[in-house]
């Protein structure tokens, strides 16, 4: 069962514009990271939020995390062509030793 | 550094034939992981090693079977493919932390996958 749903499940938007993934977990974690996918490629690590931050900012990226709303976003400001990826969240599964568990992804265009 | 390599990128096999994926990093990382990615449900965790000649099965692990004889390589086995196992595989590996806890806080490094196909 995936821990980590994201919304919405495809975004596109012109380039300069900014974009907001959101992602919603079901148990309690102690962190939270996001990962992008190029197509035809694997993931990279973008940024690891803990459970007793609420913000974090990395260059043009900004997560945000709500324990009591069991809740996430991504925001990506002044987007680029070169953001058009697919975008996840992971959280650590209980159910396997505290290894990654990913969501499905919000797969997103920006057009030039 | 090449990171985490994947062998072969693509493979085509017919039901019932077997084959072996290698994956192979260069890091000197404790943990590897396999995944595979099918549309629309993201990465699902097949197996995963916590350290040489150590393996754990994941969510979905049947049909699967994986090896870590040697730190930097990662075996993952399909004696008898069926068409329901064609899908991306993803291996990834990460370093590990003192205490249980903390090893949910690993970052993963992606191999660039491995597409099967199965008729």
């Known amino acids: 069962s995936q821990q980590g749903e994201e919304d919405p499940q495809a975004l596109s938007i012109q380039e300069g514009e900014n974009a907001t993934m959101n992602c919603s977990y079901k148990?309690?974690?102690?962190?939270l990271q996001w990962y992008r996918q190029n197509s035809g490629r694997g993931l990279v690590h973008l940024i690891l939020i803990r459970s007793n931050e609420r913000e974090k900012h990395s260059g043009r990226l900004r997560v945000t995390l709500d324990t009591s709303k069991k809740s996430s976003s991504l925001l990506i400001t002044a987007s680029r062509a070169a953001d058009t990826a697919s975008y996840f969240c992971a959280t650590p599964g209980k159910e396997y030793g505290n290894k990654l568990v990913f969501g499905a992804g919000t797969i997103l265009r920006v057009k030039s | 550094n090449a990171g985490v390599t994947q062998t072969p990128k693509f493979r085509v096999l017919k039901t019932g034939q077997s084959m072996t994926l290698l994956c192979a990093q260069d890091?000197?990382?404790?943990?590897m992981y396999w995944y595979r990615q099918d549309p629309g449900m993201g990465l699902r965790l097949i197996h995963y090693s916590v350290g040489e000649g150590t393996t754990a099965k994941g969510e979905v692990p049947d049909g699967y079977n994986v090896s870590r004889l040697k730190k930097q390589n990662f075996l993952l086995g399909l004696e008898s493919a069926a068409p329901s196992q064609t899908s991306v595989y993803f291996c990834?590996?990460?370093?590990?932390?003192?205490?249980?806890?903390?090893?949910?806080?690993?970052?993963?490094?992606f191999g660039p996958g491995t597409r099967l196909t199965v008729l």
């Open positions: 990834a590996s990460s370093y590990s932390r003192r205490g249980y806890l903390n090893n949910s806080y690993n970052e993963q490094f």
């Open positions: 890091m000197n990382h404790e943990y």
């Open positions: 148990t309690s974690i102690n962190n």
